[in-house]
């Protein structure tokens, strides 16, 4: 044994204590207590019924992380999504987002496509951006996108595809044999389940909506006879056409208590994380209907909650909605990656505003891993185990500039001053490699577009470069010097602050002007944040010169 390696008991040991750290480790613990074959299937899915914004991207990175703990554990895993793209459209949408990611308004894109279409399948319904084949489709590319953007392998998959290509026909076959059992089972959780209810939903061949009226079916012809009559969609009514047809089991699909399950048979799924809603709805039906209706056991499950944006709900139709793409101009991958290894168990917040938060928090979080900072013990252990699904590779030369201080370089669009500000504060060596240097400096870009975005105290620019024409009497020049000397001393930013207002009674300046006289010498305003801690977090040299006016 090399000096200062643990015996291999203690070793063990201390795996043992970094591999129940995390909570998807828990969760691979129960897949593999049921002995799956390889490959292990976990599934998400999602009806296209409106922007898929950063909320839905919960259940693809929840299940993500289990995957990726099953991987480090010998296995192979097939992470799937389905597009519950059959369903029909119920409603019209507020907002919708084109595949750039710019979120529009309903007004902005061909509104007729979807109003003309009302309960019809999304994938039946043309794309109102005229570039996908459907809408249904062009749903599914944005989640197929936001994937990408995280650099998670997910297959995407058409419940519409499933059925055309009759994967789903066998299990919906089943389904119908066993119709009496099914309705029995189901009328345990849903109201108005009459004896003559049939688990099947044709397409009507007269005008392409979904209906829920089957009169009789043949199991062995694999049809259904079948009334277009009215559907619901909440308080209001969608008319059907009143026509009598036939229609084959690829020609319709199931109600969703039982396409859910159906997903599960004919997929293989061996694990799926879903949002409280279905916990205490469809999860307990499923589970139910997958047991006694179609004779298999359910996969395992994962209840996350929700998590709100900004304080409030996801909501598309109130417009407080997020894209991955767009919070990825704000911050690093692994910073967003980050966020979904949380305790899915808790309600979180994602404040866009306080961005910075998130971003000290996994700076931290990585000089954790490198054992570049001080940690009690389950921090460590957690940081050993997740850092490195996080990030594409551990690399301990990496750079991060602190979150705010590069909003504060992105007051100047100079990308040179910018460099050699960092390097004179010390957040840039001199031999850091390249490709550190350029990783660390593409945070100030993020970093200004939060300031943008939110119109928060960075968001100013800067007079770098030259010094605003500022009218300063002998007594303001006399105050800014012994201001500049109070900084250079060494103080925090709230001390500056309260120094200011004390400079300014002692020379008999009014405190509003000597705000002002400072704005007006960085910015070349007469407003803007907060200043002690403003010119606390700017380069020293820089203020100090600034404030005597020696460039």
Request: glycine share 8%.
């Amino acid at each position: 044994m090399s000096a200062g390696t643990a015996p291999m008991d203690e070793r063990d040991e201390s795996a043992s204590e970094n591999h129940h750290a995390f909570w998807a480790d828990e969760v691979a613990d129960r897949i593999e207590a049921r002995d799956p074959d390889d490959p292990i299937v976990i599934k998400g899915g999602i009806s296209p019924s409106g922007v898929p914004h950063l909320g839905n991207v919960n259940e693809i990175m929840r299940g993500y992380f289990v995957a990726e703990v099953l991987r480090d554990r010998g296995h192979e895993v097939r992470q799937v999504f389905t597009a519950d793209d059959r369903d029909p459209l119920r409603k019209l949408p507020r907002k919708l987002a084109d595949l750039d990611g710019n979120i529009v308004e309903l007004g902005d894109v061909n509104a007729g496509a979807l109003g003309r279409n009302l309960g019809k399948p999304y994938t039946d319904i043309p794309d109102p951006f005229d570039c996908c084949d459907s809408y249904g489709e062009h749903f599914s590319n944005l989640i197929q996108q936001s994937a990408d953007l995280l650099d998670v392998p997910i297959d995407v998959v058409s419940n519409t595809e499933m059925y055309k290509s009759g994967e789903l026909e066998d299990v919906t076959r089943e389904l119908l044999e066993n119709s009496e059992n099914a309705r029995e089972v189901l009328a345990e959780y849903q109201d108005k389940v009459d004896g003559e209810y049939i688990p099947f939903n044709p397409i009507c061949e007269e005008c392409g909506k979904v209906t829920e009226t089957v009169t009789d079916f043949d199991v062995d012809a694999g049809t259904v006879e079948y009334v277009c009559t009215d559907l619901k969609a909440g308080d209001n009514v969608i008319d059907g056409c009143g026509h009598e047809g036939t229609a084959t089991l690829r020609e319709g699909k199931l109600p969703w208590r039982f396409e859910w399950p159906a997903q599960w048979k004919t997929l293989g799924v061996d694990f799926e994380p879903f949002g409280k809603d279905h916990a205490e709805g469809s999860w307990p039906s499923g589970e139910d209907i997958a047991r006694n209706v179609m004779e298999f056991e359910p996969p395992v499950p994962m209840t996350y909650e929700w998590f709100t944006l900004n304080g409030k709900p996801f909501s598309s139709s109130e417009g407080n909605i997020v894209l991955v793409a767009e919070v990825l101009e704000l911050l690093e991958p692994e910073v967003l990656r980050y966020f979904f290894t949380k305790d899915p168990s808790k309600a979180r917040d994602f404040d866009i505003d306080r961005l910075d938060l998130l971003v000290d928090e996994f700076d931290r979080f990585e000089r954790i891993y490198f054992g570049e900072e001080d940690a009690d013990e389950r921090e460590q252990a957690l940081a050993e185990r997740v850092y490195p699904m996080v990030v594409a590779e551990p690399r301990q030369e990496r750079i991060r500039i602190p979150y705010t201080f590069a909003a504060i370089l992105g007051m100047t669009d100079d990308p040179e001053l910018r460099e050699e500000i960092a390097r004179r504060e010390g957040h840039i060596s001199d031999d850091a490699p390249d490709w550190a240097v350029e990783d660390a400096l593409a945070r100030v870009e993020r970093a200004q577009a939060w300031a943008r975005r939110t119109g928060n105290e960075y968001d100013y620019d800067l007079k770098r470069t030259e010094m605003p024409d500022v009218d300063i009497d002998t007594e303001t020049d006399a105050a800014l010097a012994e201001l500049a000397d109070f900084i250079e001393e060494g103080h925090d930013g709230e001390e500056v602050q309260g120094e200011i207002y004390e400079t300014a009674k002692r020379h008999d300046i009014d405190i509003g002007d000597f705000f002002s006289t400072g704005y007006g010498l960085f910015f070349g305003e007469e407003q803007g944040p907060k200043l002690g801690p403003f010119l606390s977090n700017l380069d020293e040299e820089f203020v100090l010169c600034r404030l005597r006016r020696e460039g």
